[in-house]
T-cell receptor, first 115, second 111 residues
């Protein structure tokens, strides 16, 4: 158990809909990272938040957005869903802001299926 | 461009043997490398990391080797056990604000 929690574990929805994925980092960690894992793309970095502020951006679509709240949990919002958005979504956390120089601990993921 | 690749998508070894999983990277600016293990239905689990100022780092039953000359990273698992069955990913930071993951190698253990 990494200490990172994600809800829900599974999510099934229809095209065009909007969903929200939730992540709570490890106790004491200030950074949250979101990743998408699909069969043909592997693990792709989407976005990072540090202490409530956006810190780094990866391959995140404009239909996707995220935020980090004062209690440090984060939410990833996916809207106008398409079939191709079906994937595993992971969040990870680190203590500091430079998560690309320190170990990121991953949550168990949310499996999203868009029908 | 940035890319992290693996020489073999699958690796099958006998229980008790040593496993070696290889990874090639292309960004010479990368200064931090990580190996993750992902079991079915779970998130990636940190195994070991190494910084570019080192050539070798050892953990419990695992060793990571870094050859910066040929941009090659390897993960050695000693005395492979059934619980080692998983997909293994290498990742590099590319000198930028993100981790770039390889496609992964599936390690299967034969009894």
């Amino acid at each position: 158990d990494s200490g990172v929690t994600q809800t829900p574990k599974h999510l099934i929805t229809a095209t065009g809909q909007r969903v929200t994925l939730r992540c709570s980092p490890r106790s004491g960690d200030l950074s949250v990272y979101w990743y998408q894992q699909s069969l043909d793309q592997g693990l792709q970095f989407l976005i990072q938040y540090y202490n409530g502020e956006e810190r780094a951006k990866g391959n995140i679509l404009e239909r996707f957005s995220a935020q980090q709240f004062p209690d440090l949990h984060s939410e990833l919002n996916l809207s106008s869903l398409e079939l191709g958005d079906s994937a595993l979504y992971f969040c990870a956390s680190t203590v500091g802001a430079s998560g690309f120089q320190e170990t990121q601990y991953f949550g168990p993921g949310t499996r999203l299926l868009v029908l | 461009g940035e890319s992290v690749g693996l020489h073999l998508p699958t690796l099958s070894v006998q229980e008790g043997d040593n496993s070696i999983i290889n990874c090639a990277y292309s960004n010479s600016a990368s200064d931090y490398f990580i190996w993750y293990k992902q079991e079915s239905g779970k998130g990636p689990q940190f195994i070991i990391d190494i910084r570019s100022n080192m050539d070798k780092r050892q953990g419990q039953r695992v060793t990571v080797l870094l050859n910066k000359t040929v941009k090659h990273l390897s993960l050695q698992i000693a005395a492979t056990q059934p619980g080692d069955s998983a997909v293994y990913f290498c990742a590099e930071n590319g000198g930028a604000q993100k981790l770039v993951f390889g496609q992964g190698t599936r390690l299967t253990i034969n009894p």
